[in-house]
Nanobody
Framework: QVQLVEYGGGLVQPGGSLRLSCVAS????????MGWYRQAPGKERELVAD???????NYGDSVKGRFTISRDNAKNTVYLQMNSLKPEDTAVYYC??????????????WGRGTQVTVSS
């Protein structure tokens, strides 16, 4: 069994910063891409950023230049540094991992999400 747990959400003022973390645990053989998605009320879930095991990154247009994704492969952890936050960044942020289990199954795992609210 594999799970992802997100940390670091909360309330922040516009222009502020937050750092999210997501730890993968369980019967993991290897992790390919890890990423962050978000979903605001009444909107579809969208990609924020993702990162491959080799460190290649991909960002959604609305966060380019403000957010930075990184990962620690030894700790099965992905981070999202969010700077210059705007009210429109308010959403539930979900972690996702494309990984291989110890039984060599390729699976897609999602965390339960963490709320980020940007408001004065």
């Amino acid at each position: 069994q594999v799970q992802l747990v997100e940390y670091g959400g909360g309330l922040v003022q516009p222009g502020g910063s937050l750092r999210l973390s997501c730890v993968a645990s369980g019967s993991i053989f290897s992790i390919n891409t890890m990423g962050w998605y978000r979903q605001a009320p009444g909107k579809e879930r969208e990609l924020v950023a993702d990162i491959t095991s080799g460190g290649s990154t991909n960002y959604g247009d609305s966060v380019k230049g403000r957010f930075t994704i990184s990962r620690d492969n030894a700790k099965n952890t992905v981070y999202l540094q969010m700077n210059s936050l705007k009210p429109e960044d308010t959403a539930v942020y979900y972690c996702r991992a494309d990984l291989q289990t110890v039984t060599y199954r390729q699976i897609d795992v999602w965390g339960r999400g963490t709320q980020v609210t940007v408001s004065s």
